[in-house]
């Protein structure tokens, strides 16, 4: 079965922090995504990554950046965490099979910034 | 990117069959239809996928009309377990797009 794990399913920061969200993957798939997913806005693409060290600014990147320096590890970084950053975070990998594309999800993490 | 729209919510019993129909009327013509469920505090799970006519799988089927605006995700004989939020989705069928989740339709199945 693919394994998508987060490092965290709660966290709470406090403003203006540097917050680390880590994502791994055990199924070698080169596709990457980190979403957050808010009440009433449905699922919001942050960043997405192709491959290693490559990167993709999705629909809400402002606030956030991402590392991918390993295949199986995408890490999404809040620079300066803010009360709006609080969210549901989701990291997905993804991979083409027998003609479907298909994105696994970790469990999520709940991020509070007070 | 292709929009979507579907139902906010919809009732069900148990034993009935649920159809939800998204509508994608910009759809491209290289553009995949794909169905994803959510259960609450879990990430979403993908269901089927489809480019026209229809596909089944052993959870679901996927009707897509030959003009493709819109397109119907059929849930035979559902369960309480088939309650959670189904999200469409259009796009291309590879990682190298970025995929629209919308809000999706919350499914309520009652006993």
């Known amino acids: 079965d693919v394994k998508v794990t987060q490092s965290s399913r709660y966290l709470v920061k406090r403003t203006g922090e540097k917050v680390f969200l880590e994502c791994v993957q055990d199924?070698?798939?080169?596709?990457m995504f980190w979403y957050r997913q808010d009440p009433g806005l449905g699922l919001r693409l942050i960043y997405f990554?192709?491959?290693?060290?490559?990167?993709e600014k999705g629909d809400i990147p402002e606030g956030y950046s991402v590392s991918r320096e390993k295949k199986e590890r995408f890490s999404l970084i809040l620079e300066s965490a803010s009360t709006n950053q609080t969210s549901m975070y989701l990291c997905?990998?993804?991979?083409?099979?027998?003609?479907?594309?298909?994105?696994?999800f970790g469990p999520g993490t709940r991020l509070t910034v007070t | 990117l292709a929009k979507t729209t579907q139902p906010i919510s919809m009732d069900s019993y148990e034993g009935q069959e649920v159809n939800i129909t998204c509508s994608h009327n910009?759809?491209?013509?290289?553009?995949?239809i794909t169905w994803y469920q959510q259960f609450p505090s879990q990430g979403p799970r993908f269901i089927i996928q489809?480019?026209?006519t229809k596909v089944t799988n052993e959870v679901a089927s996927l009707f897509i009309p030959a003009d493709r605006k819109s397109s119907t995700l059929s849930l035979p004989r559902v369960s309480l377990s088939d309650t959670a939020v189904y999200y469409c989705?259009?796009?291309?069928?590879?990682?190298?797009?970025?995929?629209?989740f919308g809000t999706g339709t919350r499914l309520l199945v009652s006993p």
């Open positions: 489809g480019y026209k």
């Open positions: 990554s192709y491959d290693v060290k490559m990167k």
């Open positions: 997905a990998s993804g991979k083409f099979d027998r003609g479907t594309y298909e994105q696994y």
């Open positions: 989705l259009v796009g291309l069928n590879t990682g190298f797009q970025k995929l629209v």
């Open positions: 910009n759809i491209a013509t290289n553009d995949y």
């Open positions: 199924m070698d798939h080169e596709n």
